[in-house]
């Protein structure tokens, strides 16, 4: 199946028109979705809509856009102009939004043709995608198995086939989980790369938005067309925003890349912690220095980030809570009756420890010369659908949410980019991720390392 890059690639010569392309995938969602679950919203007339007009700015001789022809699909999180968005709530179940996210529009206006609307956890608020109110989404590799999340929906498309690109949202790890378990590439970038304008919040100072795809190629060729400032989103600074896919060929030559033995290896599941080994192997063969590092994650439990998160998050249901508990999923509810007690004098403090341990962090590195982190995505295989709580780090009563997370937060609480790419299999043959991040504003780092990997394990 040709990649989002090949596809646009494609349309600009004249050797495909768009509405072909677009037909063909509208076709593939119904065939491909069967038994999944990924597929909430098939959005034809939008999607025939676009891919004609991109076919009549090429017949005019108008370069059509980077994304010509692209077929994307759109966590239900993400809003869509006159497209129904549930934000995966009973609450939301009959919103239809008036104005397109930010990100709908950059990549409409790429070319890209929008075909979907993708399965997602509750508002975004767990990390298997198992949706009481929508429905199960299962991973395409394993049905028997979830996709994570929350952005799992747009994992399990672009496994399937049945999308050429699928932004997600990331508050904890829902971009990069979900492409761990799905054996796809999810680049969260830096906080505030990407608008989130037009995008349900769950978490406003940990939430960003970015790509997920079949390729790394495919992630850098939509981070282009993603990234940058916007007037609607004042979290998005005017920073250049450069041509990824340059940094695709650069390698890993001289880069020097931590490894995160501590926390991040020694509680990860054998075999998936030995694929993200020959990973980590793979780069130095290609060039890079390897040394270890001590993220000092998780921090002492003064810092208490499951709070911090909770604070935050209760306050996105503002006007909703508690007239709309019935409407809520019992484990949200459970949530938000924990954030009701959370003394407001402690999220100042959790703030403020939150801040002085990212500063901390950053200065290490920056004085270290690192370059890139390297972790396992998640700490075990994808687990079994309806699986609730799992053994971890001695606990043998972990909430799954913060289980499968429990390695990718670091990089939202810090907001640095990060990428989880496909570096092998575990024992079973399902797919397992190795994560790479980098300083902030460094996505390119996490790409040029990233396709080392993609090639190393092709």
């Known amino acids: 199946m040709p990649s989002a890059a090949e596809i646009a690639r494609a349309v600009r010569a004249g050797e495909v ?10 076709d593939r969602l119904a065939e491909r979705d069967e038994g999944i679950g990924a597929v909430w919203t098939v959005t034809e007339e939008r999607a025939l809509a676009e891919a004609a007009a991109v076919d009549a700015a090429l017949a005019r001789g108008d370069a059509p856009g980077p994304l010509a022809g692209v077929p994307v699909g759109w966590k239900d999180l993400i809003d869509t102009a006159g497209i129904r968005t549930t934000y995966g709530s009973a609450i939301w179940r009959d919103h239809v939004p008036d104005r397109d ?13 929008t075909i979907a609307k993708l399965a997602t956890h509750e508002l975004a ?18 049905p028997s198995r979830v996709p994570g999340g929350s952005s799992g929906g747009s994992a399990a498309a672009l496994a399937t086939e049945a999308v050429a690109l699928a932004p997600g949202t990331d508050t904890g790890g829902s971009i990069r989980c979900p492409a761990s378990c799905c054996g796809i590439v999810g680049l969260k970038p830096t906080f505030g790369r990407v608008s989130l304008a037009g995008i349900h919040p769950l978490c406003q100072s940990f939430d960003h938005c970015g790509p997920m795809a079949r390729t790394v190629e495919d992630c850098a060729l939509a981070l282009e067309v993603l990234a940058g400032p916007s007037p609607r989103d004042p979290r998005t600074p005017a920073v250049p925003v450069p041509r990824y896919r340059d940094a695709l060929g650069r390698g890993v030559e001289g880069m020097t890349v931590a490894v995160a033995e501590r926390f991040f290896f020694e509680h990860t599941q054998e075999d998936v912690a030995a694929a993200a080994r020959r990973a980590v192997a793979a780069l130095e063969g290609a060039g890079a220095r390897l040394v270890e590092i001590d993220l000092g994650w998780p921090p002492d439990e003064e810092f208490r980030v499951g709070r911090f998160y909770l604070a935050e998050m209760a306050a996105t249901l503002a006007g909703h809570w508690p007239a709309r508990r019935a409407d809520l999923a019992p484990e ?30 950053e200065e290490r590195v920056r004085g270290a010369g ?31 949410g913060g289980a499968m997370c429990v390695l990718t937060e670091v990089f939202d609480v810090n907001g640095w980019p990060a990428v989880s790419v496909p570096c092998g299999t575990d024992a079973a043959g399902l797919p397992a991720g190795l994560q790479l991040a980098a300083l902030p504003w460094r996505e390119e780092d996490c790409l040029a390392a990233a396709a080392v990997v993609e090639a190393w394990s092709a």
């Open 17 to 26: 028109r768009a509405a072909e392309v677009a037909r063909d995938h509208l």
């Open 101 to 113: 996210a930010d990100v709908v529009a950059r990549t409409a206006a790429a070319g890209a043709v």
């Open 125 to 142: 608020w767990g990390t298997t995608t198992d949706n009481l109110w929508f429905g199960t989404c299962r991973n395409p590799r394993d």
């Open 332 to 361: 949200i509810a459970e949530d938000c009756d924990v954030a009701d007690r959370l003394p407001a004098v402690e999220a100042a403090e959790m703030f403020e420890r939150r801040l002085a341990w990212c500063a901390a962090l």
């Open 370 to 400: 690192i370059d890139l982190i390297a972790t396992p995505t998640q700490p075990f295989s994808p687990p079994p659908v309806g699986t609730r709580t799992v053994a971890f780090a001695g606990d043998p009563d972990v909430r799954i």
